[in-house]
């Protein structure tokens, strides 16, 4: 029973552009979100995060947006670069369970081509 | 500030055998999370632990065990090791509970081969 939901394997875009990963759940329960990078044989890069009572929230390049009704979050990166390219999981927390239990998505692999 | 630093980094053992890992999580984090990753599974959450207690849990069988000492450095361990139990192994520290420690640090990971 997969919680969190991360439908496109594998995303590419063209440097300059925006890269739109998007993120699908179905707990009720959840109510903080995060995005985290991971380069391959390193351990994932938190990049930027958003509560519940928030629809949005930017940090530099990065973007997150949430639709509680929808059970859906995407993540913006304008503009994209190479160094951009990594495998995106979105991680999901429920308050009961404390926030330090993370619920994981399957990833998205982003490549930014020139 | 070091990172989140695990040992060893890669590990081969036999089915039946167990096995240790080692965490030392970033200096002043209190609390320390194993996830485990596998390609079939993804990455899936095992235990934490805040001030030498187990707060979480996952889903998994009681063969996976972990524990923190007072210095945070965590453990784990799994009993009777099956080929499924392949996998990386990846710790992760956050400074404190609730809101502030959702944002969880990451190490390399324990490349664990069960042979």
């Known amino acids: 029973d997969q919680q969190v939901k991360q439908n496109s394997p594998s995303l590419s875009v063209q440097e300059g552009r925006i890269s739109i990963l998007n993120c699908d759940y179905t707990n009720s329960m959840f109510d903080y979100f995060l995005w985290y990078k991971k380069y391959p044989a390193e351990g994932p890069t938190f990049l930027i995060s958003i509560s519940s009572i928030k629809d949005k929230n930017e940090d530099g390049r990065f973007t997150v947006f949430l639709n509680k009704s929808a059970k859906h979050l995407s993540l913006h990166i304008v503009p994209s670069q190479p160094g951009d390219s990594a495998v995106y999981f979105c991680?999901?927390?429920?308050?009961?369970?404390?926030?330090?239990?993370?619920?994981f998505g399957a990833g998205t692999r982003l490549a930014v081509h020139p | 500030k070091a990172g989140v630093t695990q040992t060893p980094r890669y590990l081969i053992k036999t089915r039946g055998q167990q096995v240790t890992l080692s965490c030392s999580p970033i200096?002043?984090?209190?609390?320390v999370s194993w996830y485990q990753q596998t390609p079939g599974q993804g990455l899936q959450f095992l235990f934490e632990?805040?001030?030498?207690?187990?707060?979480n849990k996952g889903n998994f069988p009681g063969r996976f065990s972990g524990r923190q000492f007072s210095n945070s450095r965590s453990e784990m361990n799994v009993s009777t090791l099956e080929l499924g139990d392949s996998a990386l192994y990846l710790c992760?520290?956050?400074?404190?509970?609730?809101?502030?420690?959702?944002?969880?640090?990451f190490g390399p990971g324990t490349r664990l081969t069960v042979l």
């Open positions: 632990y805040f001030s030498e207690t187990q707060r």
């Open positions: 991680a999901a927390s429920p308050f009961s369970g404390g926030y330090n239990k993370l619920i």
């Open positions: 200096s002043g984090h209190r609390s």
């Open positions: 992760a520290s956050s400074p404190a509970s609730g809101l502030a420690g959702a944002a969880q640090y």
